[in-house]
């Protein structure tokens, strides 16, 4: 976790902060989903192929979500 340089300005952010952080990042995770998907169809262009061009960009969003989640989570606990 310390090693994704994103994060670490969020080392200072409280539990509410991060829920806010990361409420955002997966509505933007979803918008940036359905606008593909609907640009794709007006292209004509296959579901499978436009989700496969996606996929390196939702496995970063999914690799910070998961990263806030655990920070989330470490705080509440009091560490």
Do not use: C, W
Not at 13 to 22: D, F, H, N, R, V
């Amino acid at each position: 976790m310390a090693d994704i340089p994103e994060l670490t300005s969020f080392d200072q952010a409280t539990p509410q902060e991060l829920t806010e952080i990361i409420a955002e990042l997966e509505k933007y995770r979803e918008r940036l989903v359905n606008d593909t998907l609907s640009m794709a169809q007006r292209a004509k262009i296959m579901k499978a192929q436009a989700l496969a061009h996606l996929e390196p960009n939702l496995a970063q969003i999914d690799s910070t979500l998961q990263a806030l989640r655990e920070r989330q989570v470490a705080k509440t606990n009091g560490n």
